[in-house]
């Protein structure tokens, strides 16, 4: 089964008004139903994203994060200390800045080593990098 982690860019392309990118990740969804992927993401993910996708679009977001449309891992009080630095290295004024919810992805990709990634935000999660090394799988 493949797994794959999905951010707040990539819920709202699929719940927000007028998305372009809608389609292709109604497809990836579809995809991931017929072949049984386990898609996650965290809280911070879900929190951007039904601030960014209105009403009464967002309720509908939440009908299906509520219903197990993706896992939505936690993370203890304390990791915050560890996506301080992190968020810290790829924040370069006054071009970018990682988000918390960005962070908190990079975070469980090291926690689970799913490295394959629902997102639109190709630019930033192309230069995110594990600690060994490893980048993103763009999907």
Known sequence: MASALIDASAMV?????????????????????LERWSLSTTWPCVVEASYLVPPP???ALLGWLGNNGVSVFPFQLETLLELIPLMQRYTEQPRTEMDLADASLVWLAMETGVTTIMTTDVRDFSRYRLPDGRGFDIL
């Open 57 to 59: 679009n967002r309720f």
């Open 13 to 33: 392309a699929l719940f927000g008004v007028r998305e372009k990118a809608a389609t292709r990740y109604l497809e990836l969804l579809e995809l991931a139903a």
